[in-house]
């Protein structure tokens, strides 16, 4: 695989693992060391920004937003069960 071949696989795996992120609960610790919580839905082509739903925040909740991610310190998805 040469470095071209490896980029396009890299770019696919991420893609994919935003991808299969939509939809579910998202954990963020600001660069300013807040922590704020909501639904994961989007990340734009460069992964700079994500927008997320009901952003819960100190200052109350936030229907939807878009965040930079050069404001972001840690963005986490915590585990969830499998329905069966």
Do not use: H
């Not at 795996?13 to 989007?42: C, D, H």
């Not at 100190?58 to 878009?66: C, H, K, P, S």
């Amino acid at each position: 695989m040469n470095s071209q071949e490896f980029n396009v696989f890299l770019r696919e795996r991420s893609l994919s693992f935003w991808k299969s992120q939509k939809g579910k609960p998202a954990n963020l610790m600001m660069y300013t060391g807040i922590k704020v919580n909501g639904k994961f839905e989007e990340v734009d082509g460069k992964q700079t920004q994500f927008q997320l739903s009901n952003l819960s925040t100190q200052l109350g909740v936030y229907n939807e937003t878009i965040i930079r991610g050069s404001d972001i310190l840690l963005m986490e998805f915590p585990a969830q069960k499998e329905k069966n």
